[in-house]
């Protein structure tokens, strides 16, 4: 290839993947991986605009009408989480800094707080409702570095689990780049779940009653296996 030729290649590349990084498109996914068998905790979040902070602190209501269910399931020993993320009402094209424009923050209600974790963005499923499902495996990155660093590096789901409040979860679009909405992170109890086995798992959790927006999302995930941390 011709050096002119070459640098307008080069050139073309980058545009394109500028183009794409500003629209909140992956242009490198962290691992996509299979389900694991087992999973160490499983978290909600139902998201709305009224719950949309920017990053000053300052309630930023999101898109009127929207709605978020967000359901997360995480096997933090494999450093694995699994995502089945519904929307309603929320109106693309997805914007932010970030790969992508779904994520989970780290800060507790009422506060803003850098991502540690970028979602593929729910698309259409040809009823108007969008929705992305999927199983990621870290390091996660964010492609977010404000002081040269990833947001992403050193986070670990652990984290999550240990204190669930102090996570969100929430989309951006170019006409709420602050959130079009936003939720914080909820523990779901783990307990007596069918393996497929013939039997269930983790006979000492117990189940809890949920809404009835958490009980559709967390039964469209599939079976959970509940399995108890070991004790130190």
Do not use: K
Not at 5 to 33: H, N
């Amino acid at each position: 290839m011709r050096p002119t030729v070459r640098r307008i290649a080069v050139l073309s590349a980058i545009t394109t993947a500028s183009v794409a990084l500003s629209a909140g498109v992956a242009s490198a996914q962290d691992t996509e991986v299979p389900e694991p068998s087992t999973f160490t905790s499983m978290f909600t979040a139902m998201a709305t605009p009224d719950m949309v902070i920017n990053n000053d602190g300052v309630a930023t209501p999101g898109e009127e009408g929207a709605t978020g269910t967000f359901n997360y399931r995480i096997n933090s020993d494999d450093e694995i989480i699994c995502y089945d993320i519904t929307l309603n009402g929320v109106t693309p094209p997805y914007m932010s800094p970030a790969r992508t424009a779904t994520h989970i923050h780290e800060a507790e209600a009422g506060a803003a707080g850098p991502p540690r974790i970028a979602f593929p963005n729910p698309e259409d499923d040809g009823s108007g409702t969008l929705r992305s499902e999927g199983c990621l495996q870290g390091p996660f990155t964010t492609g977010v570095a404000p002081e040269g660093t990833d947001t992403g590096e050193g986070f670990t789901l652990d984290q999550i689990e240990a204190d669930p409040s102090a996570f969100f979860t929430d989309t951006h679009t170019a006409n709420f780049t602050a959130g079009a909405v936003r939720g914080q992170l909820t523990s779901v109890p783990m307990g007596g779940v069918a393996t497929g086995a013939g039997g269930a798992a983790g006979d000492d959790w117990a189940p809890v009653a949920l809404g009835a927006a958490a009980l559709v999302g967390v039964a469209g995930v599939g079976t959970v296996v509940a399995r108890r941390r070991a004790q130190d």
